[in-house]
């Protein structure tokens, strides 16, 4: 079954570090996503992509954060300068061209910042 | 605006007993409703979806849902818990063919007694 998957499983930065994510979509998936959970809150929807481009976004993605796909596999989430509350487990998904809006997430990507 | 409801944060039921998460929806247009679950230390996984085709939607593990518009819910049942089915169990809105996102609840977490 094709997944989707997300580098690294966990990560520790110090506040103000820089962090990148790593997914890998699901091969023939054209719209990418990334999502996240705080400890203990609901999952909330950070920003989407096709085309090359961000197709929409939430308050949430400020400008300390920007994703790309640089390589035409890889999509990346980079966080500029961590913040303690940006500690959350970050998700990726795909989903296809058509289809009732089923999204495949990936297992996601822990970010601790102390 | 779309969003949806879970009631009960945890749900506990005994080995071979109805499982029921409860969830109510809002949406000012005909949703796309989904229901997802969260292992321990992996992504969400797709448990089923209504798309305004049958109201009564079958998932799998033995999982179903029912869409009841003049109640908004879409709660999740299954016959007889089984010890595997402990998780996190997200419902999720969406709307359209078109719409770019999910909008998840809070979560339920289900305990299986055994």
């Given at each position: 079954e094709p997944e989707v998957t997300q580098t690294p499983s966990h990560q520790v930065t110090q506040m103000g570090q820089e962090v990148i994510l790593r997914c890998v979509p699901?091969?023939?998936?054209?719209y990418f996503y990334w999502y996240r959970q705080i400890l203990g809150q609901k999952v909330e929807f950070l920003v989407s992509f096709y085309n090359n481009e961000i197709s929409e976004k939430s308050e949430i993605f400020d400008d300390q954060f920007s994703v790309e796909r640089p390589d035409g596999s890889n999509f990346t989430l980079k966080i500029r300068s961590t913040k303690l509350e940006d500690s959350a487990m970050y998700f990726c998904a795909s989903r296809e061209d058509f289809g009732a809006n089923v999204l495949t997430f990936g297992a996601g990507s822990r970010l601790t910042v102390l | 605006a779309q969003s949806v409801t879970q009631l009960g944060s945890h749900v506990s039921v005994s080995e071979g007993a109805l499982v029921l998460l409860r969830c109510n929806y809002s949406s000012s247009v005909p949703p796309y409703l989904f229901w997802y679950v969260q292992y321990p230390n992996q992504g969400l996984q797709l448990l089923l979806k209504y798309?305004?085709?049958?109201t009564l939607v079958k998932g799998i593990n033995g999982f179903e849902a029912e869409f009841k518009k003049s109640e908004t819910s879409f709660h999740l049942t299954k016959p007889s818990a089984h010890m595997s089915d402990a998780a996190e169990y997200f419902c999720a809105v969406s709307v359209g063919t078109g719409a770019n996102n999910l909008f998840f609840g809070t979560g339920t977490r289900l305990t299986v007694i055994p």
């Open positions: 699901i091969s023939n998936h054209l | 798309t305004s085709a049958a």
